[in-house]
């Protein structure tokens, strides 16, 4: 009988929001577990980085220590994943590139920022696929419970897991009354936040009703979670394969929807287009010392 494979897992700048996901797989984590072998995860608390058949990155490429251990761990594994928004995408931490790393840190620390005590921030952050070759990325912030579990078992069983190519929109139950039929007006005089909607009708697309929603320039795969929850999409699981600009093609599509001089009033369009992307995508790609 042969041995089990091998399985660990390597921390970079996240949140521990993908490892929650990876225990809510309950009543299915001890078959999961029965079929491998951890080596290295933080909850046994094992710093060194050994030959495995599976390692797993958690979290962006944000720090000098970061892109160490990720380089360790693709010298380390036969195969290596990237586990969420902040690893397959940059996520969150990809946000500080629109800022140079000095600024970042004097508006954290002030006139105090410490020389040795803390790792050495990168001049931008990268996605580990951006960093080392990746063989599989798992989107989402954080990834559901299922894509995780498919995606492992998948590669126990020699296969390669497969990724969505469609859009949010073909997973989303919302009614199209408007969006999918041609015409000369756009569907909606001007953009509103959720909050300030007094109703939220919950079975109309939310562009239909002047809430900007990513789903439009989002990969599919989360089965539109946030929206039969009654919120817009974030768009945290990235573009669909073959868009590289995931806010430019929000863009372009909301841009025959909604008056254009309705958007000067969304007061972060960056923020909205490139949540989890900033780092990913190459057009925001700006030489920084």
């Known amino acids: 009988m042969s041995e089990k494979p091998t399985v660990a897992i390597g921390l970079?700048?996240?949140?521990?929001?993908?490892?929650?996901?990876?225990?809510?797989?309950?009543?299915?984590?001890?078959?999961?577990?029965g079929r491998v072998e951890l080596r290295r995860t933080p909850f046994n608390d094992v710093k060194e980085v050994e030959e495995v058949t599976i390692g797993i990155l958690e979290g962006a490429v944000s720090t000098d220590e970061n892109l160490e251990l990720a380089r360790k761990m693709r010298e380390k594994s036969q195969i290596l994943i990237s586990l969420g928004a902040c690893s397959s995408l940059g996520g969150i931490p990809g946000m500080r590139n629109f800022y140079k790393a000095p600024e970042v840190m004097a508006a954290v620390y002030g006139n105090k920022v410490p020389d040795e005590d803390i790792p050495h921030l990168l001049p931008q952050v990268m996605p580990a696929p951006q960093a080392v070759k990746v063989d599989v990325t798992i989107n989402g912030c954080p990834?559901?419970?299922?894509?995780?579990k498919n995606a492992l078992l998948a590669l126990l069983e020699g296969k390669t897991p497969v990724a969505p190519t469609k859009n949010l929109c073909i997973e989303c139950p919302r009614t199209k009354h408007k969006i999918l039929t041609p015409q000369r007006g756009f569907l909606t005089e001007g953009v509103r936040a959720v909050m300030e909607l007094?109703?939220?009708?919950?079975?109309?697309?939310?562009?239909?009703?002047?809430?900007?929603?990513?789903?439009?320039?989002?990969?599919?795969?989360?089965?539109?979670?946030?929206?039969?929850?009654?919120?817009?999409?974030?768009?945290?699981?990235?573009?669909?394969?073959?868009?590289?600009?995931?806010?430019?093609?929000a863009i372009d599509t909301l841009a025959s929807l909604i008056p254009p001089g309705a958007l000067m009033f969304f007061e972060d369009c960056v923020g909205t287009g490139y949540r989890y992307t900033a780092a990913y995508d190459e057009n925001l790609k700006v030489e920084k010392k």
């Open 12 to 33: 970079l700048s996240g949140c521990f929001g993908c490892l929650m996901s990876f225990l809510d797989l309950a009543d299915d984590l001890p078959e999961l577990l």
């Open 143 to 148: 990834p559901t419970t299922s894509s995780i």
């Open 198 to 249: 007094e109703t939220i009708d919950p079975d109309t697309c939310f562009l239909e009703q002047g809430v900007i929603c990513m789903g439009i320039a989002t990969a599919a795969g989360c089965k539109a979670r946030c929206t039969r929850n009654n919120m817009p999409c974030r768009g945290c699981f990235g573009p669909v394969p073959g868009v590289g600009s995931q806010g430019n093609k």
